[in-house]
Each structure stands twice: as C-alpha cells, then as structure tokens.
C-alpha cells in the first residue's frame, strides 16, 4: 500500500481546524494496537519512513506580518501499527492580537519512492530508504471545509510527517503567540504539541519585487480536471465550463500564494496578424484583473506580462511578417501597453536555449523591436550565457540574460568562458539583468528542484544566491508537465527527478491518462509539493533581502548571507573557487534563521 500527499495553501475563514484521520482497509486483517511517538523538525529537513525520531517536541517559530511560517510534526507508530488519529488546532494567542486556527493548514506529507531510479537527484539524494517525501496533501479540503482525508495507516516502525502552514496576517498581531496542536489517537490518548511563534512589528513586502516566470502549462490541468481540453483560438481560453475555469483558478491561486507568477493569464493575446492591433477590448478585459490583482484573493498583481514576439524562432510574427510590418506592430503594442500602465511587466521571451547559429538572427529581430521603441531592449529575454564572443552579437539586443547556474562563471568548468561575478557587475550597472533558472541540464553539486534530495531548503537556496548574484528575476519552465504514466511517480523524463513537476494533480480519476492521483485523493484541484512551499520560503527571503537593500543594508545583508552561501555549486577542479574544503552553500536551520533574524533585527533598528 502507498501513501501520497497534497498541499494546497488556501485559507478558508470559519473553518475549525479540526481533522478525523481513520484507516485505510487491506484485504487481510491488520492490527492497530501501537502508539504515537511525535516529535517536530525543521523544515529544512526531510523526513522519510526511516528516519530516527528526533527529540524536539515543540514547535518554536519566529516570522513578519504578511508571511507564511513552517514546521513539521512527525507521527512514528511505536509497538504496532496506528490509526484514528485527529489532529486540532488552537487560535494563537499573542501580546497584539490573535492568529486564528483557520489560518493554521496541516497536510499530510507523501512520499515518493526512488528506489532503482538512476535519474539526477539533488545533492543529499535517498539512500538504502527511497521514499521521499514531496506530495501534500491537505487534511482539509479548502474549497468545501470538509475532511479530505477519511483515513490514514502508519505502519509500526514508520513516520508520518505532517506539514504545517501558520499565515501571519498582515496587520493586527505582533509580538509572541502561543498555542497548541493536539494529536490525539483512537484509544483516547492525546498528545499536545505546544506552539510557540514570535511576530515581528514589520510586514512583509509583496510578490512585486521580483519577476518570477515558473510556467503554469494548464493543458494538462483541464485534461486531468475536466477532460475538455480542446482550444484551437484566442475564445476557447473565455469559453471553457465553468468546472473547467474554476479548477484553473485554483491552479491559479495555488501558485501566486506562493509569491510565484505561472503566466497562465498570458494566454488571452491580442492578435491581428501581421497588422498592428485595433481591437484590444478583449484583450483588456481578460488582462485587467490580473494586472490590477483583482483577480487574486491577496489584492498583489502579477509580476509579469507576456509579449507575442520571440525573436529569432521561426514561426509566428518573426516568419511571417516583413521588417515593416513587425515595426508596426510592436509600436502598437508598446503604444498600448505604456497607456494601460502594463509596459513596465512586458517580457519578450526569445529562441529558448538556442545554438550559437541562431544567436545573429535573434538580435535582428530584437533590434527591430528595439527600433519600433527603444524601451523594449530592457523587456527582451534570452535563455542563454553571456560571454566575450557572443555579448558582441547580443549586448547591444538582449537586455535580460536568464543564466543555469551550471554556464554562470567557470563554477562548473576552469575552461569555461562565460562572465561570472566581475563581468555581470559592470553588465548591471549598464542596465542588462540578469536572471537564472533551474534547468534540468545541470546536476549536483549545483543547487535545483530535484525532488530526489533530502535537503529541503536547497530549492530555498537558490533564491539566497539569485539575490546574492545581482539578480532580479527567476525563469522554471513548467509546473505541470506531469508524466504520463504515472504523474504522482518520479517524474523523470528529462533525467532528473521531479523536473517540471511543482504541482500534483488532484483529481484521482485522471481523465487523460491511465493514472491520475491517488484512490484517497479526491481533491478538485491542485496538490503542491514540498518543494513549492520551500521555493515560497526561498522567494519571501529574497523579498526580505530587498527590503533590507532598500534602506541601505545591501552590503550588510551579503556579508549575512555569506555565511551560508558563496556560490550556487558546481565547481569540482582542483584549484577551483572556493578551494575544495570550503563550501559552496549550506542549509544548516539554525545558521539560516539567524541570518534571516539578524536581517531583520537590522531592518527594524534602520542599523
């Protein structure tokens, strides 16, 4: 028998946080006399079935307004197997103000097993234990209030984690809070876990520092939600089922709650051909909600804003409209876009990782974007390295760079030409960005979203290094490209594991594949992993960082991070930097929670 799990962060107001959790049945008979032992971990630290039990048993987190704080509690069924257990919730009271229990989400971890898979993993991959925990699954459906999961089995000797969410809200409370979980089991026997979680007097600054392209690819979310997908025009994307539109929204809502922008909005494009755009009703009305933040629970608009050209590909505008035409129709949408407010997000995402061949033909057909208007050249993006030979070709035409940490410097290669720190500095002054991405090209030790890796903060640690690095955006291709066989397995099509899956289907039935999620999981909607949650925690420190930078604090905040950090991996050679005895970055919990509390300690005293 397997257990999987889901996350969906949506808080639903006035829903007790109460969950009955029973047994699942075997077809032979199974005894239940064991016990619970439960302790608490990090949440840098996965937990698998075969992890020894820790001794903390308490739950102590500090956090800002506007944030969402973590912790785990682990179940391991002592003298026998267990099941029945009902988890609660209390309000947390603190010195200003309350957090109440609805704003606490429990989930039930999963665990994928890699037992055999030879795929790339992260940099602390399974051992003789291949189970890794990854899917979670909320013990309350969000959308109804109602119990998700009837019924759970932990079998003697084995752990159940269960992951919590405690959302601070944005005004209101300050100071310490407390409270408590309680875990109480089908003979009666219940077990407090005490809470303990101090508020900073400060909030937390929004999404909107930082331009995240993580790629909702809603295809395969209508396929397993509502089997309709069939869309053959800019229409369909306004004419769906209102089933088939709702799922999408919670896709929707999953992803921006966890400060990321998946651009599924982007689908409604303006389109006129080669001619420039004279109709842009539609197009406005489908895009104003999204640019505006009505359309999100939060109010925080999206980051970000897709343009239809792609320089140097060979299809659409860029083949089949003359020089002119193209001028025309970019000085239109420019035009357009700087009248709504909008131009400021608009992003050209060109050729995606091409060959060198290619690289003359993308800044002809940037330059002519850059000639219909002059501020496009800080809007084009391109997925490829700068270096000495092709910034000749790209530097004047590309103005944003999205960089593997695998081609930034000579981390991974002593031959390696591609600008590192010292060349990146006098690109930014100049005004080109750098972004970077995860890219399924590069293996440990470089930092990714692996799901093979019992390091949890090593997604987290990527965006410590994007900021460290100078960089003001982060590009992941897909969320949603789940395998076919098997969407809730290893998902390694592109040899390593989990790449391009953040989120797992919940709809068990899988209406366009043989296996969609598992028989207990019913849930109408998303299922996100562990690493989305600790991407969130990654993207919500780098929004600190910047606030810190803001007042000031830029070089104070690198020398804090440097503990932790010097570079995103990867360099192995002898006589590398750093030497082979030192680190390239390192996710220690408590080295990483006082880097975050001395930050804010400064932010707040304006050190």
């Not at 395969?220 to 369909?236: K, M, S, T």
């Not at 590192?420 to 991405?437: P, Q, V």
């Not at 997604?459 to 076919?484: D, I, N, P, Q, V």
């Amino acid at each position: 028998m397997r257990f999987f799990n889901s996350v969906v962060f949506t808080m639903i107001s006035g829903i007790l946080g109460v969950v009955l959790i029973g047994s699942c049945s075997d077809k032979k008979a199974k005894s239940y006399d064991g016990q619970l032992q439960i302790w608490t971990e990090h949440v840098n630290n996965k937990v698998q079935p075969s992890t020894m039990p820790g001794t903390a048993t308490e739950i102590n987190l500090r956090a800002l307004r506007s944030s969402v704080a973590a912790a785990q509690i682990i179940l391991t069924a002592v003298d026998g197997n267990v099941r029945g257990v009902t988890v609660e919730t209390s309000d947390l009271e603190c010195t200003a103000g309350t957090i109440p229990a609805e704003n606490i989400a429990v989930f039930r971890q999963d665990f994928i097993d890699f037992t055999g898979n030879t795929a790339e993993g992260g940099t602390r991959p399974a051992g003789t234990d291949g189970r890794i925990p990854d899917p979670l699954v909320p013990l309350i459906n969000p959308y109804t209030g109602e119990s998700l999961i009837a019924s759970l089995e932990i079998n003697q000797g084995e752990n159940q984690p269960l992951w919590v969410d405690f959302a601070i809200p944005a005004s209101g409370v300050s100071g310490n809070c407390s409270g408590e979980i309680n875990i109480i089991e089908e003979s009666g026997a219940e077990t407090t876990v005490p809470v303990t979680l101090f508020v900073h007097d400060l909030e937390l600054r929004n999404m909107g520092d930082i331009v995240t392209h993580f790629r909702l690819h809603l295809g395969p979310v209508i396929d397993y939600h509502a089997g309709i997908y069939d869309c053959n025009g800019n229409d369909c994307w306004l004419s769906w089922e209102p089933h088939a539109r709702e799922v999408v929204r919670r896709y929707e809502e999953l992803v921006h709650s966890h400060r990321i922008d998946g651009g599924q909005h982007m689908f409604y494009m303006a389109d006129n051909g080669c001619s420039p755009v004279t109709d842009w009703e539609h197009y406005d009305n489908a895009l104003t909600p999204y640019m505006d933040g009505t359309y999100f629970e939060d109010g925080v608009p999206s980051t970000r804003l897709d343009l239809p050209f792609s320089p140097g590909v060979d299809w659409g505008l860029e083949a089949d409209c003359t020089p002119d035409e193209y001028i025309a129709v970019a000085a239109s949408w420019s035009e357009h876009l700087k009248e709504k407010g909008w131009f400021n997000k608009a992003v050209a995402y060109c050729y995606d990782e091409p060959p060198d061949e290619a690289l003359q033909q993308i800044a002809d057909d940037a330059d002519l974007l850059i000639s219909a208007d002059p501020d496009y050249f800080g809007r084009i993006m391109l997925t490829t390295a700068p270096d000495p030979e092709n910034i000749e070709i790209l530097g004047d035409s590309i103005g944003i760079f999205t960089v593997a940490p695998a081609w930034y410097d000579n981390w991974g290669n002593p031959d390696r030409t591609a600008f590192g720190r010292d060349e990146w500095t006098d690109l930014i002054s100049g005004g080109t960005k750098l972004w970077f991405y995860e890219s399924n090209a590069q293996e440990a030790p470089f930092v990714s979203f692996a799901t093979n890796t019992l390091d949890g903060a090593e997604s987290t640690m990527f965006f410590w290094g994007s900021f460290y690095e100078g960089a003001t955006g982060f590009l992941y291709w897909s969320m949603t490209s789940w395998t076919e066989n098997d969407p809730w397995g290893v998902n390694d099509e592109w040899n390593k594991t989990g790449d391009g899956v953040l989120i797992y289907p919940g709809h068990h039935n899988g209406l366009a594949s043989p296996h969609g999620s598992p028989s207990d999981v019913e849930l109408d909607g998303p299922i996100p992993s562990y690493r989305l949650k600790m991407i969130r925690q990654g993207l919500s420190d780098w929004s600190l960082f910047i606030q810190a930078e803001m007042l000031g604090l830029g070089s104070y905040v690198r020398e804090q991070i440097y503990d932790a950090y010097r570079q995103l991996g990867g360099c192995t050679w002898t006589g590398c930097n750093p030497p082979l005895d030192e680190f390239f970055w390192a996710t220690n919990p408590q080295v990483m929670d006082t880097i975050r509390e001395n930050i804010i300690t400064a932010i707040i005293s304006g050190k």
